[in-house]
């Protein structure tokens, strides 16, 4: 079995890093700056974890970083799975908390509009399908589930707001929807792990309630995919 994560940013990947021992394989998506990591999982499993890489000095974030980087990690890995792992923000009304751990049960893009047309309005909201063994996991794990968004933008716009409320949002992230669409082109199932850096509804600015919370997200986030991992190798 192949399970290939894609990560944004290495402070989401590292504790996940660490834990696995997984080692880098150097210049392999060159000349992309997409980076490879990989470790032999008992006698038949290969983990990979997949970052977008750097420019400008930063870690590559939002969706089309998120595209390349998966269309490279199937076209060059073959996975069986796509696990895309990272943060989001979320929505203490809908009972959120900072550092929860959620599945997506569903995903879709919340700034594509296209008004006066249906086909290309649908289209562009995206609603892909998200991995057929994700509600099972959900309950073996006792992990919470969500409907990811996915935006191109931290800040939140109120027409963003309004198309996920009127689509049942819940986890709103930078690149869910955008590694979900990659992967439906080329039939790969995609598991999405998302943990919550911050809420969407508090009054709190959403890019310091990011910061401050990213490290103990990303260490919850380590613990669930422990898990998933540890569920997949069953
Ligand atoms: N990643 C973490 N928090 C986010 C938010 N509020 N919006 C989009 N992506 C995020």
Redesign the pocket.
């Known amino acids: 079995m192949n399970i290939t994560f894609v990560v944004a940013m290495m402070a989401e990947a590292q504790p996940f890093i660490d834990n696995f021992g997984v080692k880098e394989v150097p210049d392999f998506f060159d000349p992309l700056p997409s980076k490879l990591y990989h470790a032999r999982l008992g006698r038949a499993t290969d983990l990979y974890v997949v970052l977008n890489g750097q420019q400008h000095g930063s870690d590559l974030?939002g969706c089309e970083s998120a595209s390349v980087a998966t269309q490279a990690a199937i076209q060059k890995l073959h996975p069986d799975l796509v696990i895309n792992s990272?943060?989001?923000?979320?929505f203490k009304s809908n009972g959120a908390d900072i550092a929860r751990v959620y599945l997506g049960n569903a995903v879709m893009f919340h700034d594509r509009r296209v008004p006066g047309d249906d086909e290309w309005g649908t289209q562009a909201l995206g609603n892909y399908d998200v991995w057929s063994g994700t509600e099972a996991l959900a309950k073996k794990l006792d992990l919470p589930m969500g409907k990811v968004t996915?935006?191109s933008?931290?800040?939140?716009q109120p027409c963003d707001l309004q198309i996920i409320k009127e689509n049942k949002g819940e986890l709103?992230?930078?690149?869910g929807a955008a590694v979900a669409f990659v992967c439906s082109l080329y039939h790969v199932p995609v598991l999405l792990v998302k943990s919550?850096?911050?809420l969407?509804d508090s009054s709190a600015e959403?890019y310091d309630?990011?910061k401050r919370n990213?490290a103990r997200?990303s260490e919850e986030l380590c613990k669930v995919n422990v898990r998933i991992i540890e569920e997949l190798l069953q």
């Open positions: 974030i990272g943060t989001c923000g979320a996915t935006g933008s931290l800040d939140m709103k992230d930078m690149e919550v850096t911050d969407c959403t309630e990011f990213l997200a």
